[in-house]
């Protein structure tokens, strides 16, 4: 996550409305800790996001791709990425 952390934060401010009903990050920074804080993980493709997201318990496997992206802790990049924010 350490070398996606810029992206993955410029793209968690502009779209944390998903996960949250009102903002926990006002600024980069804070949406940087807050992704550091809840352990956020950066994954290159969907076939790593689905291993990360089985590897933390949850049952993933009856979920299409489609199905996957549409999770609310899953945040898409502009780099063709994903993040996954943990509970």
């Given at each position: 996550m350490d070398k996606h952390i810029d992206e993955c934060a410029k793209v968690f401010l502009r779209d944390q409305k998903q996960l949250f009903d009102e903002p926990v990050a006002y600024d980069l920074d804070e949406a940087k800790e807050f992704?550091?804080?809840?352990?956020a993980v950066y994954c290159k493709d969907i076939k790593?996001?689905?291993?990360?997201?089985d590897d933390e318990g949850m049952?993933?496997?009856?979920?299409?791709?489609?199905?996957?992206?549409?999770?609310?802790?899953v945040f898409k990049l502009d780099n063709g990425g994903y993040f996954?924010?943990?509970?």
């Open positions: 992704l550091e804080d809840c352990m790593e996001l689905r291993e990360v997201m049952d993933v496997s009856e979920l299409s791709n489609d199905e996957l992206l549409e999770q609310l802790e996954f924010v943990e509970g």
